[in-house]
């Protein structure tokens, strides 16, 4: 895999770190691109460029909402016009548009969307989400594919904005339902709610607002829900069915469905982890005897300690071996509940802003940050 600290990759972010900008010029430049993004956000213009965009570009199928674009320093995860012209060696704090945790906290504040306690300056955090949704489900266009994704960063989109009644609730609505709909990416932050988390699920909020998406080919969703819950298995009157959140039975034609931090379902007490999940895939629904052809392709992505960097360990292979050929186990049972873990030399090392990098899930010093990243 080569030197890591000789990587090209490497070499050209430290090359721009040693021939950064003086801090007052990146201080002054940073404060510039303040001020026009609120005039910006002040006069409509990117709600009426947005607007303009779907009129000019009628093939234009995917949508994407992130608070990470802007990746690490001098890695951005997207290109866009206004960081490509950033300065060489311009070093500013990475912008995270979205709640993220508060110091010494795992998981953001989920801020009430309606009624008395809502705060409409606690809403326009999501001024992304509420602009596109709004112009998506008032203009007409082909846009067939709807991306909210925090890209694992511990944030998302405010739970309650998916409440029955609000107006972000029925433009998301009107977006998924639409004829040939077929990708719904969806990222969710419930904070640290008790009685009221279950809401989205128990009520069918979120069951209601995808059961009209019957053209649906590619679904997933991520949560902040297993950062901030031990990971402790729950009793039968707690219970919150996979079928009672999303309508699989509408969705004929769904060939992926992804789930991030699948602890927000949990198991049943005493009845379930992670490796007695997959034996049931295997036996019970007995993929193990699934023709070569007719094998459905399992990915299995771990976030532990390393996703803070944006790295995760991929276990796809591993799990595909267990499920499909008797195979050793991914995951292993250590600890109370349902946790599970995976031992050094299982899996690979991958990175989630840098398709590329690839690394032995070992101790070894090929596993280390060369470039140390910074939020």
Avoid at 51 to 68: C, E, M, S
Avoid at 151 to 166: D, K, V, Y
Wanted: hydrophobic share 35%; aromatic share 14%; proline share 6%.
């Amino acid at each position: 895999m080569g030197d890591t600290f000789s990587r090209p990759d490497d070499v050209s972010k430290q090359h721009q770190l040693d021939n950064a900008i003086p801090y007052q010029d990146s201080f002054e430049y940073r404060n510039l691109l303040e001020c026009q993004q609120r005039d910006i956000i002040a006069s409509k213009t990117d709600e009426d460029i947005f607007r303009y965009i779907l009129r000019q570009f009628p093939n234009l199928k995917r949508v994407v909402v992130t608070p990470a674009a802007h990746g690490y320093l001098f890695e951005p995860l997207y290109r866009t016009p206004m960081i490509g012209s950033f300065p060489y060696g311009f070093i500013y704090p990475i912008p995270l548009g979205w709640p993220k945790p508060l110091p010494g906290h795992q998981w953001a504040v989920a801020s009430p969307w309606d009624g008395d306690d809502a705060v409409e300056e606690d809403k326009g955090l999501w001024h992304g989400f509420r602009i596109v949704t709004k112009v998506l489900a008032e203009e007409k266009h082909n846009v067939t594919e709807l991306i909210l994704d925090a890209h694992q960063l511990n944030t998302g989109i405010n739970h309650f904005a998916l409440n029955r009644g609000t107006e972000e609730y029925d433009n998301f609505c009107d977006i998924v339902r639409l004829p040939g709909f077929k990708k719904l990416h969806l990222s969710l932050i419930v904070g640290f709610y008790l009685a009221e988390e279950y809401e989205r699920y128990d009520k069918g909020y979120l069951h209601d607002a995808v059961c009209g998406a019957t053209d649906l080919r590619q679904f997933s969703v991520h949560t902040d829900f297993a950062t901030n819950r031990h990971s402790l298995t729950i009793g039968m009157h707690k219970y919150t069915s996979l079928f009672d959140v999303f309508p699989i039975d509408r969705w004929q034609q769904l060939t992926h469905f992804g789930l991030s931090n699948l602890s927000f379902l949990t198991f049943m007490e005493g009845d379930g982890n992670y490796i007695s999940l997959m034996e049931d895939i295997r036996d019970k629904l007995d993929w193990k005897h699934r023709p070569l052809d007719g094998r459905i392709k399992i990915l299995a992505k771990i976030f532990c300690y390393l996703s803070y960097y944006g790295r995760y360990i991929c276990v796809d292979k591993e799990v595909e071996e267990f499920v499909y050929n008797d195979g050793p186990r991914p995951f292993w049972l250590r600890q109370r509940g349902n946790s599970s873990d995976v031992d050094p030399g299982t899996g690979v090392l991958k990175d989630l802003f840098n398709p590329a990098w690839e690394r032995p899930n070992d101790y070894s010093s090929k596993r280390r940050l060369a470039f140390p990243r910074q939020q």
